[in-house]
């Protein structure tokens, strides 16, 4: 015997914030996706590689921090990278515990052909540079938020 369900708005697929933002990165991640194949990189390899183009010769620890990600997730990307001879991984001669992380000139090389993705981006979106960064803080704030919980 079925029983009757009562509607719920709450729980409509519609209403959730939660999909909005999931649907929304699926769709920023094809259109990724779309950039970074010519330049043989994921995107989460794109973002490890953004961090080595600021700043080079970290730590595992220190990428991890600025990705918010574990050492777990990050040593498989990088391993991918550095078969890929983007980059090189070495034990830290001050702390061996530690695995310092430098740009190989073919990784340096990719940074020049890089150069076009973001405003590749802008220019797929139909708003303004003003707008975006609005938005991308106040999904900082968001993340500080759930971090928090």
């Known amino acids: 015997m079925k029983t009757k369900q009562t509607h719920n708005a709450q729980l409509e697929l519609d209403n959730q914030f939660c ?3 999931y ?3 699926l769709a920023l991640h094809k259109l990724y996706r779309q950039l970074l194949t010519p330049l043989n990189l ?3 390899q ?3 590689m953004l961090v080595l183009w600021e700043k080079d010769d970290v730590t595992v620890s220190d990428i991890g921090e600025r990705l918010f990600l574990d050492s777990a ?3 498989p990307l990088l391993k991918r990278l550095e078969s890929a001879g983007l980059l090189c991984r070495q034990r830290s001669r ?3 515990r530690q695995v310092v992380i430098t740009l190989s000139d073919k990784g340096r090389e990719l940074h020049q052909q890089a150069q076009s993705i973001p405003n590749a981006v802008m220019c797929s979106l139909d708003c303004d540079h003003g707008q975006l960064m609005a938005l991308k803080q106040q999904l900082e704030t968001l993340r500080q938020q ?3 919980v």
């Open 146 to 148: 759930f971090q928090r």
């Open 94 to 96: 001050q702390d061996e």
């Open 46 to 48: 794109y973002l490890v």
């Open 73 to 75: 997730t990050l040593t």
């Open 42 to 44: 994921t995107y989460p």
């Open 23 to 25: 649907s929304t990165n």
């Open 19 to 21: 999909f909005a933002l």
